[in-house]
């Protein structure tokens, strides 16, 4: 099985600052295959990147996904206040699916 | 408009059964490509695949759990029907059904993402 490591677990900047959440796979994934997903508290999870770098619908410009192989990482440009929220990488390979355990980001 | 909605017992006694059903519109699993996930996330944790299907009756499992799952679907309905066997206290938590539309890569083969997901529904595992 393949472990998404995320890094920092708590990230904590204010308004307008710039966010860098990291994930990093235990082997090689594809990046078609890595996306990043933003969960409120009491809500379901959104899809927010897929293929790495891809804006899901609705996904404003400020964020945006990079990465290959073992390293990924989604960077928020300018924090707005609805972007504080739990954000969780996930890939696929050999059949499953695994989540990294999420980066808590906080103002 | 893609909706997913997710129903089942809340409270569930140890070594029971758990079934639970995602009801859907806005998309048929009859279409080629589409296909339903099931994930759940203990309180206060990480998110956790547990099952996908897709139209054609591919079915995917989480290896650790792979012995206590079944996932079936009921095109006619719009359903996709989960099934845990043996169910234990860790199982409590939140599980969310959602869309899965299908990719192709060579050489993973066909994968997805979840870019439509239910509320998700609360079980408690508890005797």
């Known amino acids: 099985e393949t472990v998404l490591t995320q890094f920092p677990g708590t990230l904590s900047l204010s308004l307008g600052e710039r966010a860098t959440l990291s994930c990093r796979a235990s082997q090689s994934v594809s990046s078609d295959t890595l996306a990043w997903y933003q969960q409120k508290p009491g809500q379901a999870p959104r899809l927010v990147i897929y293929?790495?770098?891809i804006r899901a619908t609705g996904i404003p410009d400020r964020f945006s996904g990079s990465g290959s192989e073992t390293d990924f990482t989604l960077t928020i440009s300018r924090l707005e206040p609805e972007d504080f929220a739990v954000y969780y990488c996930?890939?696929?390979?050999?059949?499953?699916?695994?989540f990294g355990q999420g980066t808590k980001l906080e103002i | 408009q893609i909706a997913l909605r997710e129903s089942g017992l809340t409270l569930v006694k140890p070594t029971q059964t758990l079934t639970l059903t995602c009801s859907f519109s806005?998309?048929?699993?009859?279409?080629?490509?589409?296909?339903v996930g099931w994930i759940r996330q203990p309180p206060g944790q990480a998110l956790e695949w547990l099952a996908l299907i897709y139209g054609n009756d591919d079915k995917r499992y989480s290896p650790s759990l792979k012995t206590r799952l079944t996932i079936t679907s009921d095109t006619s309905e719009n359903r996709v029907i989960l099934t845990m066997a043996n169910i234990d206290p860790a199982d409590t938590g939140t599980y969310f059904c959602?869309?899965?539309?299908?990719?192709?890569?060579?050489?993973?083969?066909?994968?997805?993402?979840?870019?439509?997901w239910g509320r998700g529904t609360p079980v408690t595992v508890s005797s």
């Open positions: 959602a869309h899965a539309p299908r990719f192709y890569n060579f050489p993973i083969g066909y994968y997805s993402y979840f870019d439509h």
């Open positions: 293929s790495s770098s």
């Open positions: 806005g998309f048929s699993l009859r279409a080629s490509g589409m296909g």
């Open positions: 996930q890939q696929y390979r050999g059949s499953a699916y695994t």
